[in-house]
């Protein structure tokens, strides 16, 4: 900035030719100049702004104009917000500033940053406060990055809220439905590890995940024995908690044809299909090929759970058909945003 500040025309500002410095304004350029933080200073009656090799990046697409220009006029966009701290150094008053929120326009854009900086007045050779000089550091990364910590521990306490409710949930209606100890113990089991596996999904994938992937998770030992389950769709991403939802619907489904339909017998096929239209979703799970299909004699967790609770991720509705044929269940719904 030596170079560009000796080059400039300043006989066009207030400050007039570089001949006719005088000594203290000298000074303080070569204070700024020397400064290996970045600076910027403004002196004369309309504050004409210099700065130096540090103090550029802060100026974003400014930087090509900024040199001679008035305070005012360079940083129009956030005069308001500073203007006091200005007034409190002509003053004669330093000033200290951390994180201050600035909404810059630099970059043509309106973009919030944060600055940590002090303004300290300039004096002229009579003694007289002739302007000011800023030594500032741009701390909009830290900032940003103290907010983003702060919302991802809000969002694991809300996941550990959701967790705990859901395994009460799961825990309570299932001991309420068991007819034995050793089926309340391997029903809670098996659906809490269901669970987990749902849950697992976001720790490797973030905050939602494909469809699929949710599928491999929640039936994938079903999966791997070629077509006895036929998947066809479009890819699809799922919000965690929608992806949990879906989870452990399809663990109760594949469980029960395992048990009792298309899967514990060889013959027998699902196919799980889904659609997608503007936000509008929509899953079957159909069965065929599996002894004649009856409905049950009470209602279990398992069918409260496809039909009433999981259908609440989606903002919609489920149903579980017992068409002899084959068990068919139906939900339809919403995607999150």
């Known amino acids: ?123 002229d050779d009579d003694g007289s406060i002739a302007g000011l000089i800023n030594i500032t550091v741009e701390v909009t990364e830290v900032v940003q990055g103290r907010r983003n910590q702060q919302i991802m521990q809000q969002e694991l306490l809300h996941r550990i809220k959701n967790i705990l409710s859901v395994t009460s949930t799961v825990v309570s209606a299932s001991l309420r439905n068991a007819t034995s100890i050793q089926e309340a113990r391997d029903t809670v089991g098996a659906r809490i590890m269901a669970l987990a596996r749902a849950q697992g999904l976001f720790t490797e994938l973030g905050d939602s995940a494909e469809i699929t992937d949710v599928m491999a998770r929640s039936i994938g030992a079903h999966l791997d024995g070629g077509d006895r389950i036929r998947l066809s769709g479009p890819a699809v991403r799922l919000s965690s908690q929608q992806a949990v939802g879906l989870s452990l619907a399809l663990y109760e489904l594949s469980t029960n044809a395992a048990k009792y339909g298309a899967l514990s017998v060889p013959e027998g096929a699902v196919d799980l299909t889904w ?46 058909s017992f068409d002899p044929a084959g068990l068919h269940y139906r939900l339809r719904g919403q995607l999150s945003a």
């Not at 000594?23 to 303080?28: H, K």
């Not at 400014?62 to 409190?88: N, S, T, Y």
């Not at 997608?276 to 409260?304: C, H, N």
Request: contains cysteine; hydrophobic residues 40%; negative net charge.
């Open 1 to 123: 900035m030596g170079r560009a500040i000796r080059d400039f025309d300043w006989s066009q500002t207030p400050l007039g030719p570089i001949e006719q410095w005088s000594a203290a304004l000298l000074s303080a350029v070569r204070i700024l100049l020397g400064q290996r933080h970045a600076a910027c200073m403004f002196w004369g009656p309309e504050l004409t702004m210099l700065y130096n090799d540090g103090y550029a990046p802060a100026l974003g697409q400014k930087e090509c104009r900024a040199l001679g220009q008035p305070f005012r006029v360079i940083w129009a966009d956030v005069w308001d917000d500073v203007a006091p701290l200005v007034d409190m150094a002509l003053s004669g008053r330093g000033t200290y500033n951390e994180e201050m929120r600035l909404v810059m326009t630099r970059n043509g854009f309106d973009e919030e940053t944060f600055w940590t900086f002090s303004y300290s007045p300039l004096y």
């Open 275 to 320: 659609a997608v239209q503007g936000d509008a979703f929509a899953l079957d799970w159909i069965e065929s090929g599996g002894a004649p299909v009856q409905p049950p004699e009470r209602e279990g967790f398992g069918s409260k759970l496809v039909n009433m609770i999981v259908p609440t991720y989606f903002e919609g509705e489920g149903e579980v």
